[in-house]
Every structure is written in C-alpha cells, then in structure tokens.
C-alpha cells in the first residue's frame, strides 16, 4: 500500500511535466514528416479501410442495431489504437529511455506515464475526426458523449498500472517485452473492435466482460453509437475497477522492488 | 559541529552482480541461487562534503568515482550504508536528452524539462544558454544539422544552467576550443562563487589541481585519502607514476598509502626548492 502511495504521489506531482515532455515528443515525430500532423490521421483510416474491407465487404460483418460497420469500427478503433500504442511503448519505455534513465535522476515512472500521454494526445486529434463522422453521418449528439471522459480516465488509470507492471518486467527480462506483441495481437481480436463479440456463443461471452480493453471499446460505442449510460453494464464495470485497483497496487509494488535494479541492468 | 555539511556518505557499500548468463540472472531476481560474481565498485565509503566546495574525486579507471558520483546524483542507489544528500543534486551530461529532430531552441527545453526546470525557469535561462552556446543562427534549425562540436556546446550551455545546489560533474569540461573550456570552467568557479557544491570526476590532474578545493582519492572501491587538492593532486600523481611501471600481479596486491605518496611528493617538493635555493644562492655569489 505505501508503494503504491509512492508511485502515485510521484506520477501527479510530475504529470505536467511528463504531458509536456510528451508534447515535445510528438513535435520531434512530427518534424521528420512532410505531411506532420496529417498522419495521425491518415494511419487509423489505412486501418480502419482494411478492416471494413475485410469484415464488412468481405465477411459480411452484422453490428448491433444496424449501425453502418464503418462507423461501428470507428468507434471502437479510435480508443483500441490509443490503448494499444500505449500499452506498447509503455511496456517499451524504461529500456527506451535507458540513456537518460542512467544519467539524468528523473521518476523512472516519468517514462511509461510519457508513453500514455504520447499515444492520448495522439488520440484527442483522432477523437476529433471520429466526432466530425459521427456528425457528417447523421448521428447526432447526445449527453450521453460527455461519458467519453469517464471512459477517458478509466482508460488512462487502467493503462497506468497495467504500464507499471509491464514496463518493470520488460526492463528486467527483456523476453517479456517480446511476448507483450502477440498478447496484443490477440487482445486485439478479442476486444469487440473489429466484430461484435455478441456474436459469440452465450458461454464465450465471458471473455468480453473479462476482457477491461473491451470495457473500453465497447464503453466507446455505448456512449456514442448506443445512447447507454456506463451506469447500465455496472457489473463489467465494478469488475474493471477492482482490476484496475489491482493492477496499480501490484504494479507499483513491483515497479518499487525492481526500480532499484533497473539503472544497473539497463 | 560548525561546518554545514551537504553530503554524507556513511559506510557506502555498491556491489554489482555479474551472473554466467540470463538464466542465471532471472534465477537471482527470484531469489533463487545462481551462479554469479559480485563486483564491488565501492566498499565503505564514510566521508563528509561540506557545502560550498569543489571537490575531486580521484582514481584509477574502475575505483568507483563514477559509481560514487551516480550515487550522489540520486541515479543509482547504494547496495549498503547511507548516501544523505542535502540538497538538490544534478549531473552534468551534455549529451543525454538531445533530440535530433527537434531545433536547438526546442532541445533547450526540452532537455531543461528532463532535468526538472519548470516552463518559468526555462524562460529565465534560455537566452543565457543560446548566448553560452555560441551556435549562432543555427538555435533554430533542427539538431541534426548541427556539428558535433556544436551540438556538445549546446547540450553543455543548457547543462550548465540548470542550477542544482550540488553539481555532478563526471566527463572532460573539454568541449569545443579552448576558449569554450575556459568558459565552462568560469562558469563552474562562478557556480562555487554563489555557495554551491560541485563533485569533479577527471583523469585530468591539472584540471583539478587547479580547480578542486579538495580531492578524494579512490582505489578499489576504497578510501585512500581525502585532503587539500595541492597535496593531494601530486601524490596521486606520483602513485600514477608507480601504477604504469607495475605489473598485474603487482598491481593486484597493491594497497596504495597515501601517506607514503605524500611523503614522497613533499619529500621531492623539498628536494626542488633547495635545488631552486641552491641555485639562486649560486647566482647570487657568482
């Protein structure tokens, strides 16, 4: 408990600073590019093309209430892709950052806390045009949009712990780092962002609710697509709160007990 | 006790270990036994710094400067003993934390950032770093366009603006031409000037003889002695001079004393002014 007290006091104190060390991260990604900005948009519409072409054209794709697919995969693509840059360069960030991590004393939790923040202000642009097809399409606002900042914040602390705990094993064996790649790929196919889960037999249907990335992505399309208050699936959600409470006590106990070994075996 | 202390190191110990191979490494982070050396890197160190002084830290590659330095500075932490350090702390790395993409101007804050600058200190010193850095129109292209020279210069004038109530400062303050040397040293007399503390790891003797108010001396993870720079500088020299003449088995047994270096260095020193008296009386005859 006091670890976990620990590693929160020191992501608050410093998240300024980490959101504006990200700010300039994505400016330095940026200035590499002709077209800048303009690729954090066109990346999820190559990929959302080819998952409409495959699943909607091609499979023949049903979603829930006749919503268009494309729109559906939008929906849930947009939180997916967030979650899973952030998942990724997280578990990536303490080996990524060895080098200042070694000479510079800074929170070594600065650096996964980075790597979210990079891939949710990527995401806030990518919100942007989600929000403008949802409006060119027909589907008109509702209160029920604003719940995009619960699922925002639930996202971001669930990411936290879920980040403490696989960056800390990353940096100390380096082959966990390698496995995080097909445990994504196949949270992927899980996660209801490319087919409706609900198409799933009745017993499989526990991996949805087992599932906190489909919390998410699915939390997305409630609030946007469906008009559904978060307060509806609350058993799924008590469920992703206890995880998340989980994750980040443990994720800090063990990032504290392996902090101290990092800067030497980086 | 009336001297203000700033850092304390007591009993200091920093083991490493050095396992036969992954497995044996992932075996030890379990706990479980596994094959493997421990390499000590400092082994009881026990010494006061008071505030407001330079001091050197003197020793063979491998005695544990570097690793009392990284200690100090927050970044690594002991294996055993006490490291109370009383004061904010920053290492000199001019080359950690530049970005090839971003401009000079960019690179300024970010690099402040990663060192803790908050955006209103930034402002303050970002036109004394461009005017340290002497890079010119360059500030607002990207870094990769620079030299290497002026790419060190930059990474060192922001560096050196961070303003820490201890200064680490572990790598040659030989950047650039001898005048930008010059600067940088001025600008860490400066930095004694307003009270601060300043640990100086150099192979250099000259360097910290002539700006070192004491030195460390350390061989083997070991105290051998801490005293005043101008005793201090030439003993050490003098044990250099042994060390390059001995061979490893030799030098594998060696516990250096420094009294016996400073004896002997002082015992020369007098050798050379009666010589210098010799001759001046000499001249003064003929």
């Known amino acids: ?266 | 006790m009336a001297q203000d202390v700033i850092v304390r190191c007591e009993k200091l110990t920093k083991t490493y270990d050095l396992y036969t191979g992954e497995g044996a490494r992932i075996k030890a982070l379990l706990g479980l036994p596994a094959k493997g050396l421990h390499y000590s890197a400092l082994d009881g160190v026990t010494q006061d710094f008071i505030r407001g002084e330079i001091v050197g830290l003197a020793g063979l590659n491998g005695s544990g400067k570097s690793t009392l330095a990284k200690i100090i500075a927050g970044i690594t932490h002991p294996t055993g003993g006490v490291c109370d350090v009383r004061g904010t702390v920053s290492m000199l790395a001019a080359n950690v934390g530049m970005n090839d993409q971003l401009t000079g101007r960019e690179n300024i804050h970010y690099k402040c950032m990663l060192m803790g600058l908050t955006k209103r200190q930034i402002a303050r010193v970002e036109d004394s770093i461009i005017d340290f850095a002497e890079v010119g129109v360059y500030i607002d292209q990207p870094l990769r366009t620079y030299s290497s020279g002026m790419r060190s210069r930059l990474g060192f004038a922001i560096s050196v603006h961070v303003d820490p109530e201890i200064l680490i400062v572990d790598e040659a303050l030989s950047v650039g031409d001898a005048a930008f040397s010059e600067k940088c040293l001025s600008r860490m007399q400066e930095f004694r000037d307003s009270g601060k503390t300043i640990f100086f790891v150099t192979h250099a003797p000259w360097q910290m003889l002539h700006f070192c108010d004491r030195v460390m001396w350390l061989h083997k993870g070991r105290v051998v002695g801490f005293d005043a720079a101008d005793t201090m500088v030439p003993s050490y020299v003098e044990f250099t001079r042994d060390w390059t003449k001995m061979e490893q088995p030799e030098r594998d047994a060696m516990t250096p004393e420094y009294a016996f270096y400073r004896e002997r260095f002082q015992c020369q020193q007098r050798e050379a002014w009666a010589r210098k008296a010799a001759g001046a009386n000499a001249e003064s005859s003929s």
Not at chain 1, 36 to 62: A, C, H, M
Not at chain 1, 196 to 207: F, H, K, V
Request: include cysteine.
């Open chain 1, 1 to 266: 408990m006091k670890a976990t007290l620990t590693v929160l006091r020191e992501i608050v104190t410093h998240l300024p600073r980490t959101i504006r060390l990200a700010l300039y991260e994505n400016r330095s990604r940026r200035s590499q590019l002709l077209l800048g900005r303009i690729w954090d948009f066109l990346n999820p519409l190559f990929q959302i093309l080819i998952y409409w072409f495959v699943f909607s054209v091609g499979l023949k794709t049903e979603t829930r209430n006749g919503f268009p697919y494309a729109i559906w995969l939008m929906c849930g693509m947009m939180p997916w892709l967030a979650m899973n840059a952030s998942s990724v360069n997280a578990a990536n960030a303490i080996q990524a950052n060895a080098h200042i991590l070694k000479n510079v004393s800074i929170p070594v939790t600065i650096m996964p806390m980075k790597a979210i923040a990079k891939a949710y202000y990527e995401h806030l642009w990518t919100m942007g045009i989600l929000i403008v097809t949802l409006l060119c399409t027909g589907v008109y606002p509702t209160w029920h949009w604003l719940e995009v900042f619960y699922y925002l914040l639930a996202s971001w602390l669930f990411l936290t712990g879920f980040g403490l705990i696989t960056s800390s094993l990353s940096a100390v064996y380096r082959d966990f780092f390698e496995f995080l790649n097909p445990i994504m790929r196949l949270l992927f196919y899980i996660s209801s962002v490319v087919w409706p889960l609900e198409s799933l037999p009745e017993n499989l249907q526990i991996i949805m609710f087992l599932n906190p990335f489909a919390y998410i992505v699915e939390g997305y399309r409630s609030c946007l697509l469906y008009g559904e208050g978060f307060w509806l699936s609350w058993q799924q959600g008590l469920y992703f709160w206890v995880l998340t409470a989980l994750l980040l006590v443990l994720g800090s106990m063990l990032h504290m007990r392996l902090r101290r070994r990092f800067i030497d075996q980086l």
